[in-house]
């Protein structure tokens, strides 16, 4: 049966004034919408078959690499299109913001539409591949630069020093390969694509669907073309009013809840393989095995698995969640035996061939991580700490900020501010170990009267495809126009994928 849940821990009263924390830099920042993006998009999109999917049509649409410039350097945008199953119940273009960042929304639609059927018969379904990301100029490093990367977890100031050292070395290697693009992949200059691309799609407002690090280019476009939304669903906010260490610090304490959620779940769950052992004991075994360098993946002996990169688990197999595998796993690292479904090594690490992506390059654009010296990181990595006593810190964004150390922002943090007339969908659920419950509630704070928050009251990230509950009230937005009433929530309906 579904099981209510009681608020997260990142909703204790704690972490009140760092949820409402600002970059005092960007506090007054806002968003212009600099260029004609009507008459970019009425140049048009060639569609033809794709290669890989006959079903799916593919195309490009050119763009300015500067929006200032319209007449300058372009980018060529991939797209992929799923058109309307029912051609008669047609309402228009359903256009997907992909999460990362540096995920591939050509991808996403050449595996599978991703949307109910409902949904498929009324809209053509286009999926594009955001300024910077696979098909749209990725961001492309020197491999011989990349791993060169120092270690993501600094512990001196001279771990500081190198980090901004080599940080010059490889922001230019990737500007050098990357050309100019590499300088203008914020998710302003992705909204403003947004609005050339629903232009291009004939449509007069935009219909449009984000999850996760797609959600910024979708707020982004919500101030600066407020007046072309026609439905627009949020799901699993980024919260661009954060400054460097609530964005820590709270990233902290959901991938802390998420844990604690697991640990919940194997306490009272016979199917867990670690039920009646101490989890947390076993987990804080794992991490200090990692710490003096003795702890393998089973089958890769060559190199030991960092604390670091062990971290990954708790984040990775949290997002569904996929808590039988994830107990599992920890199980054959503890000396079990190893399952059929064991994943690869968690994190990241060297690369091989002779070039690296970097789509952190696009984060480090729309969020200030700056930090003066060492002993700010230090003051970052103990607050973090203290709301996560098993899980240290999030790994993706501490393991991030160190990159983006000397890196220009071009979209640096500040509250929204929509003025438009359409009401807007913010979907999240209460345990969330990548976007907190937090971040989607405040940005539905900051969206003012005419966004709604949706509540899933279980686990994992994005909620669109959880339950039959989250699924209708979506569609019925994105259909219809019909918001939920104020304070919708969704009961938690326990699964494991």
Request: proline share 7%; net charge negative.
């Amino acid at each position: 049966m579904p099981r209510r849940t009681s608020p997260p821990a990142i909703a204790r009263v704690a972490m009140a004034a760092l949820l409402t924390a600002t970059m005092s830099c960007g506090a007054s920042a806002t968003v212009t919408g600099e260029g004609d993006t009507d008459a970019v998009g009425k140049r048009g999109i060639t569609w033809e078959e794709c290669e890989e999917e006959p079903t799916v049509e593919c195309g490009t649409l050119t763009v300015p690499i500067d929006w200032s410039k319209p007449n300058g350097l372009t980018v060529d945008l991939a797209l992929a299109r799923r058109k309307a199953i029912d051609p008669s119940a047609r309402i228009g273009s359903l256009l997907i913001n992909p999460g990362g960042p540096g995920n591939s929304g050509v991808k996403d639609m050449l595996r599978s539409a991703g949307f109910s059927e409902d949904v498929q018969r009324r809209f053509d379904i286009v999926g594009y591949d955001p300024r910077g990301v696979a098909r749209s100029g990725s961001v492309t490093c020197s491999a011989s630069v990349y791993n060169q990367m120092p270690s993501p977890v600094m512990t001196s100031q001279a771990d500081y020093d190198k980090w901004v050292a080599f940080n010059k070395k490889l922001h230019a290697d990737c500007r050098k390969l990357t050309g100019p693009l590499y300088d203008h992949i914020d998710s302003a200059n992705v909204a403003r694509d947004m609005d050339a691309i629903r232009a291009a799609l004939g449509e007069d407002k935009l219909t449009s669907y984000g999850v996760s690090y797609g959600t910024l280019a979708q707020q982004m476009y919500a101030e600066l073309f407020p007046n072309r939304v026609r439905a627009m669903v949020l799901d699993g906010n980024m919260d661009h009013s954060l400054n460097v260490k609530a964005f820590q610090v709270t990233d902290a304490a959901a991938v802390q809840d998420s844990f604690d959620e697991f640990v919940a779940w194997c306490d009272r769950d016979t199917d867990c393989v670690l039920h009646g052992r101490d989890v947390r004991a076993l987990w804080k075994g794992l991490l200090k095995k990692a710490d003096r360098g003795e702890l393998h993946w089973p089958g890769v002996n060559d190199r030991p698995v960092s604390a670091h990169n062990l971290l990954w688990l708790g984040v990775v197999l949290n997002e569904a969640p996929a808590w039988r595998q994830e107990a599992k796993v920890l199980l054959a690292l503890a000396g079990g035996p190893v399952p059929d479904d064991m994943p690869g090594p968690p994190g990241n690490g060297p690369v091989n061939g002779e070039s690296a992506e970097l789509p952190i390059a696009i984060l480090c654009e729309d969020f200030n991580l700056s930090l003066r010296n060492y002993n700010e990181y230090a003051d970052v990595m103990r607050s973090s700490n203290a709301v996560a006593p098993d899980m240290r810190y999030n790994p993706m964004p501490m393991g991030d900020m160190p990159i983006c150390q000397g890196h220009p922002v071009n979209n640096p943090q500040h509250r929204l501010r929509y003025t438009g007339s359409a009401p807007l969908l913010v979907g999240t659920s209460m345990h969330d170990p990548d976007t907190p419950y937090q971040w989607s509630a405040n940005v539905a704070r900051q969206l003012g009267p005419k966004a709604r928050l949706l509540t899933y009251e279980g686990w994992g990230h994005g909620i669109y495809r959880v339950t039959q509950c989250t699924r209708a009230a979506m569609d019925s937005y994105l259909i219809s126009l019909t918001v939920p009433a104020q304070g919708a929530r969704c009961p938690a309906e326990e699964r494991q994928d």
